[in-house]
């Protein structure tokens, strides 16, 4: 599916929303992400923060593992990814490489509460992956 295909509007509002349902009483850093699998289906996520912080899950970890339990999933073409910031944030190493398990070139959109957003792809945030096929 081309980037033109996807209903980015559709996948921005979700992720905006989704946001709202995030547990973030340390960092107040609310994300929300929604993503599209290859059979058109959208999943949503946010982050759920813990007092022991190595126990946080991100929003785009969330929605991956919400989309593969609830639907076994198997490929993602794109994903939305809000963050309360100025300017766009993209996802942070761990989520890249989750997301990239399940879609390398799938294309990404960063939105924020500024006028800005960034429309890139995973390969692009994640030259060089390690994935499945490394593992012949």
Do not use: H
Request: aromatic share 8%; proline share 7%.
């Amino acid at each position: 599916m081309s980037n033109s295909q996807i209903n980015w509007p559709k996948l921005e509002e979700a992720a905006r929303l989704v946001a709202a349902n995030a547990y973030v009483p340390y960092s107040r850093f609310a994300v929300g992400a929604a993503l599209l699998t290859a059979d058109g289906q959208l999943f949503t996520g946010c982050n759920v923060e813990n007092a022991s912080y190595g126990l946080t899950n991100c929003a785009e970890r969330t929605a991956v593992y919400s989309a593969r339990a609830q639907a076994n999933m198997q490929e993602v073409i794109a994903v939305c990814v809000y963050t309360p910031t100025p300017t766009p944030t993209p996802p942070c190493g761990a989520c890249r490489q989750v997301l990239n398990e399940f879609g390398p070139a799938m294309q990404i959109r960063l939105i924020c509460d500024g006028t800005q957003s960034v429309s890139t792809t995973l390969d692009q945030l994640l030259p060089g992956a390690f994935g499945p096929k490394n593992l012949g």
